[in-house]
């Protein structure tokens, strides 16, 4: 309950007035409990075989060992980062210092987390020509074992990850809502990889004597990882920056409101609040004005507008109804 001041000539009075069906909330949270408890799990399981790998690959002498090692270091401070966006978004969602509330914490969890991955394949690509100069004696039958325990490792928190995002092994680029999620999980398929070339490298230089297939497939593995990280960078950038909005629902709200009498926009702003939610402001000018809440009304089947602000103005005149 508000308190509202009504003045009525020269007196006022005092009355107590409920606001709430004209107010918005800010909360734009949708449960991700599971994704969260996922993701933690997944940056133990990546911990562990992290740790394995440095020290295998340094005993061993592999530098597709060592570059797959220290690629899941990287991967588990992405996952932390993971796991702390979708803490904080939950603590303070209804915080009223955030004016649109957290919705884009996850968000920014996601884009950090590609920086990151950017971060991996710049440092595998520098050990990677590296190794082409000044080769390393290799143990390779050690090497493949650490390798191979590596991948089922990553398979295992792919497994995890897509339970939450069920497209993502159709497309790694696929656009999923939750944008935090889909970052966690192209990590996941960056090590996934990175395993995979290890193994070949070693297979080769074990079998074919290609020891040079080593910082080959490291080559290998930071064009893809780089090519990864680039797109979700564009992604969850172009959010952060309130772009990323599809032509088709501003012509959704353009066609819904002008369809209607002579409505005319003459100023429409779309953006993202969180992955899952848009928010809109409109300005129309038309010849029989309505309450902002009659526009709302004819927005209410556009997927994802959850917070709409409307300003009406009055047209004088024929030329306002005119494109």
Same mark, same amino acid.
């Given at each position: 309950? *508000?308190?509202?001041?009504?003045?009525?000539?020269?007196? #006022? +009075? &005092?009355?107590?007035?409920?606001?709430?069906?004209?107010?918005?909330?800010?909360? =734009?949270?949708?449960?991700?409990?599971?994704?969260?408890?996922?993701?933690?799990?997944?940056?133990?399981?990546?911990? %562990?075989?992290?740790?394995?790998?440095?020290?295998?690959?340094?005993?061993?002498?592999? &530098?597709? *060992?060592?570059?797959?090692? /220290?690629?899941?270091?990287?991967?588990?401070?992405?996952?932390?980062?993971?796991?702390?966006?979708?803490?904080?978004?939950?603590?303070?969602?209804?915080?009223? @210092?955030?004016?649109?509330?957290?919705?884009?914490? #996850?968000?920014?969890?996601? =884009?950090?987390?590609?920086?990151?991955?950017?971060?991996?394949? *710049?440092? &595998?690509? &520098?050990?990677?020509?590296?190794?082409?100069?000044?080769?390393?004696?290799?143990?390779?039958?050690?090497?493949?074992?650490?390798?191979?325990?590596?991948?089922?490792?990553?398979?295992?928190?792919?497994?995890?990850?897509?339970?939450?995002?069920?497209?993502?092994?159709?497309?790694?680029?696929?656009?999923?809502?939750?944008?935090?999620?889909?970052?966690?999980?192209?990590?996941?398929?960056?090590?996934?990889?990175?395993?995979?070339?290890?193994?070949?490298?070693?297979?080769?230089?074990? =079998? *074919?004597? /290609?020891?040079?297939?080593?910082?080959?497939?490291?080559?290998?593995?930071?064009? %893809?990882?780089?090519? /990864?990280?680039?797109?979700?960078?564009?992604?969850?950038? +172009?959010?952060?920056?309130?772009?990323?909005?599809?032509?088709?629902? @501003?012509?959704?709200?353009?066609?819904?409101?002008?369809?209607?009498?002579?409505?005319?926009?003459?100023?429409?702003?779309?953006?993202?609040?969180?992955?899952?939610?848009?928010?809109?402001?409109?300005?129309?000018?038309?010849?029989? $004005?309505?309450? $902002?809440?009659?526009?709302?009304?004819?927005?209410? #089947?556009?997927?994802?507008?959850?917070?709409?602000?409307?300003?009406?103005?009055?047209?004088?005149?024929?030329?306002?109804?005119?494109?």
């Amino acid at each position: 309950m *508000l308190l509202v001041r009504q003045n009525s000539g020269s007196q #006022s +009075s &005092m009355h107590f007035h409920t606001l709430e069906e004209w107010q918005h909330a800010h909360n =734009f949270q949708v449960g991700g409990d599971r994704a969260e408890k996922n993701t933690k799990l997944v940056m133990v399981l990546t911990a %562990v075989t992290m740790v394995a790998e440095i020290v295998a690959g340094t005993i061993w002498g592999s &530098m597709a *060992l060592l570059a797959d090692g /220290w690629h899941m270091a990287t991967h588990v401070a992405a996952f932390g980062i993971a796991v702390f966006a979708y803490q904080y978004a939950r603590n303070h969602a209804n915080d009223p @210092q955030y004016t649109f509330g957290t919705g884009k914490a #996850s968000i920014l969890g996601g =884009f950090a987390s590609a920086v990151a991955l950017a971060v991996v394949a *710049l440092m &595998m690509g &520098m050990e990677s020509v590296g190794r082409f100069f000044d080769p390393q004696t290799i143990q390779f039958d050690e090497a493949i074992g650490i390798s191979a325990i590596g991948l089922v490792v990553n398979l295992v928190s792919a497994v995890l990850l897509q339970e939450n995002h069920p497209h993502a092994a159709q497309d790694p680029h696929h656009h999923h809502h939750d944008r935090n999620l889909r970052a966690a999980y192209i990590h996941v398929l960056a090590d996934a990889l990175t395993s995979v070339l290890a193994i070949v490298a070693l297979l080769s230089g074990k =079998f *074919l004597g /290609w020891v040079w297939m080593d910082a080959a497939m490291g080559l290998v593995g930071t064009i %893809v990882i780089a090519k /990864w990280s680039y797109g979700l960078v564009g992604d969850t950038g +172009s959010i952060l920056l309130d772009g990323g909005i599809e032509k088709s629902t @501003q012509l959704a709200i353009v066609t819904a409101i002008e369809d209607d009498a002579d409505n005319r926009i003459v100023d429409l702003h779309i953006w993202h609040v969180s992955q899952h939610h848009l928010a809109a402001t409109i300005s129309l000018v038309t010849h029989d $004005p309505q309450p $902002p809440q009659y526009y709302k009304s004819l927005l209410a #089947s556009i997927p994802h507008l959850a917070h709409v602000l409307v300003e009406v103005n009055l047209c004088h005149g024929e030329p306002c109804a005119n494109r």
